[in-house]
């Protein structure tokens, strides 16, 4: 049987339990011991971390020790996969450069808080949005510093009526990677547990986590 470590916590803004809740039921469907934690200190345990096929950080700011933060990086490298979204992935620890280049990025601003905007399929073949058209959120759209080794499979445009120096900038807002032997999966969206009333947001997490894992 495959299994699947969710780690939640941080700010609770994010509602990181709530999201937890949704795509937990999921992948046990997708025949996955699911595992969910509330404690950084889960990554030390290095046999439970090595025999994972997925971990879901779901995890804002925050702080990591280097025990944890190691005990993490060490089983991506070796095979397990890695998958999230939005804060819960992308704004964790900031002070820790390491735990970024694993992500592929970092979250920096989200210009006029909620806002309205459209995310576009740009990689329409990749099996993570196969079939899926361009669509709307009503949401945080996340600029952020994202590495250009990225596969993105999606991104958002800036329309500048907040900032209107980033007018029409094009920012990734869906990419997978590699770290080490370790698939990693992230998608900007997801800022509430309601964006994933949004069909095609929740499909994208769905699919990227089945993509991600071992």
């Not at 999921?26 to 509330?38: S, T």
């Not at 909620?114 to 995310?119: A, F, N």
């Not at 800036?158 to 120096?165: C, I, M, R, V």
Request: aromatic letters at 12%; one cysteine or more.
């Amino acid at each position: 049987m495959k299994s699947a470590l969710m780690v939640w916590g941080g700010w609770d803004g994010h509602e990181p339990k709530q999201c937890v809740d949704i795509f937990a039921p999921y992948l046990e469907k997708q025949g996955y011991d699911v595992e969910i934690a509330d404690t950084l200190d889960v990554y030390l345990d290095e046999e439970k971390m090595s025999n994972l096929s997925l971990i879901v950080p779901v995890w804002t700011m925050g702080e990591i020790t280097p025990e944890q933060e190691r005990g993490l990086l060490v089983a991506v490298v070796g095979g397990v996969g890695i998958a999230g979204w939005h804060g819960g992935m992308c704004d964790a620890f900031r002070l820790n450069t390491e735990y970024q280049f694993l992500t592929g990025g970092q979250w920096v601003v989200h210009p006029g808080g909620i806002v309205k905007y459209r995310v576009n399929i740009i990689k329409p073949g990749d099996p993570i949005v196969a079939g899926l058209d361009d669509f709307d959120m009503e949401s945080e759209q996340y600029y952020m510093h994202v590495d250009p080794s990225n596969e993105v499979l999606a991104t958002t445009t800036f329309s500048g009526e907040h900032l209107p120096w980033i007018e029409g900038c094009v920012m990734p807002a869906v990419w997978k990677r590699m770290y080490g032997e370790g698939r990693v999966f992230y998608t900007s969206l997801g800022h509430v547990a309601k964006d994933f009333d949004v069909p095609e947001c929740k499909t994208i997490v769905e699919r990227g986590m089945l993509w991600a894992s071992r």
